[in-house]
């Protein structure tokens, strides 16, 4: 069992930044490939970005790329999402998720196994 509690949301406007935290119960957290998923209102959860278990491979989606920065932190449980030049459609709740080392870079929910509780992130224009 892993327990994954997110923070860091918040409001800001246009073309600001957000830095989202996740830190994870399970000392061998490493071994997991970890994500973030967000959902805006009336809309499906979708995939934002993953990073592979040890850091050294990172997968975004197209409309974040060059954006938002996906890290981690093993020694201390602990994946970040860094978020530069928001934008309105950004608006979303924020959820950190872990999935098996197999499914690193997976871009589909179904793969991970344990989630956080969601963070909400609004833009402001």
């Known amino acids: 069992q892993v327990l994954l509690v997110e923070s860091g949301g918040g409001l800001v406007q246009a073309g600001g930044s957000l830095r989202l935290s996740c830190v994870a ?16 209102p009336g809309k499906e959860r979708e995939f934002v970005a993953s990073i592979s278990g040890g850091g050294a491979n990172t997968y975004y989606t197209d409309s974040v790329k060059g954006r938002f920065t996906i890290s981690r932190d093993n020694a201390k449980n602990t994946v970040y999402l860094q978020m530069n030049s928001l934008k309105p ?14 499914y690193s870079g997976s871009d589909s929910a179904r793969h991970y196994d344990y989630w956080g509780q969601g963070t909400q992130v609004t833009v402001s224009s």
């Open 25 to 40: 119960s399970a000392r061998t957290f490493m071994r997991y490939a970890a994500g973030w998923f967000r959902q805006a």
């Open 89 to 102: 459609e950004d608006t979303a709740v924020y959820y950190c998720a872990a999935a098996p080392a197999s």
